[in-house]
């Protein structure tokens, strides 16, 4: 019964530490104004980030090329409203953000 009640105990707390990895990403995804032009499951201004993490599925490359595009900005490759540069987000959060939502 304790190896059954310590199991019960780690997965618990390791969904719950799942749920404040994602709770801190979409809250990074707030606080850089992401959320103006994204969406999760749905196009606002940009693509929705599941489509962005459909499209680049399997892409060993994406995170790094994504880190880039959004810190350098872009268009042509969701239509013709361009990305603006996000130069002063730090390096740690633009990976922590591309890699959530190419997690999705």
């Not at 599925?57 to 880039?68: E, I, R, S």
Request: hydrophobic letters at 45%.
């Amino acid at each position: 019964m304790r190896g059954r009640i310590i199991f019960v105990t780690a997965f618990i707390a390791a969904g719950a530490g799942s749920a404040g990895v994602v709770q801190a990403n979409e809250a990074m995804l707030k606080k850089y104004n992401c959320t103006a032009c994204h969406a999760i499951d749905k196009k606002l201004v940009g693509p929705a980030y599941k489509e962005v993490a459909k499209k680049y599925k399997g892409n060993k490359d994406a995170a790094a090329m994504l880190v880039q595009k959004v810190k350098k900005g872009g268009q042509g490759v969701w239509g013709p409203i361009p990305m603006p540069p996000n130069p002063v987000v730090p390096d740690a959060d633009l990976k922590a953000m591309v890699d959530y939502i190419l997690s999705l």
